[in-house]
């Protein structure tokens, strides 16, 4: 019963940045915690980050970690990836998630998820 929706991404150069925005519907939102994930062609789905529901802890993959962070706004617990010095290799769809426990790195910790928004990043 609770939705996500994902926005943010489009075509950019390598080295620019972007930022994903995902909010949920409605007005209510409970203690989530909320996580993305990204999936390119051919390849599985990945973690990428994770917020706990207070904001105070986060998660970030290997790949992704000093690029981009992750963080919670106060405007119907919008959840934001800014991303930056984008590379080739950070093309993608991404994912938002949200679970009612403690955030995860797998897929299977996540209840809900949003649409996803294409990140296509040119050299």
């Known amino acids: 019963q609770v939705q996500l929706v994902e926005s943010g991404g489009g075509l950019v150069q390598a080295g620019s940045s972007l930022r994903l925005s995902c909010a949920p519907s409605?007005?209510?939102?409970?203690?989530?915690?909320m996580a993305w994930f990204r999936q390119a062609p051919g390849k599985e789905r990945e973690f990428v980050a994770a917020?706990?529901?207070?904001?105070?802890?986060?998660d970030y993959a290997g790949s992704v970690k000093d690029r981009f962070t992750i963080s919670r706004g106060n405007a119907k617990n919008t959840v934001y990836l800014q991303m930056n010095s984008l590379k080739p290799e950070d093309t993608a769809s991404y994912y938002c998630?949200?679970?009612?426990?403690?955030?995860?790195?797998?897929?299977?910790?996540?209840?809900?998820w949003g649409q996803g928004t294409r990140v296509t990043v040119s050299s």
């Open positions: 998630a949200a679970t009612e426990t403690s955030f995860g790195r797998s897929e299977r910790d996540y209840e809900y």
């Open positions: 409605g007005r209510t939102f409970s203690r989530y915690a």
């Open positions: 917020i706990s529901w207070s904001g105070g802890s986060t």
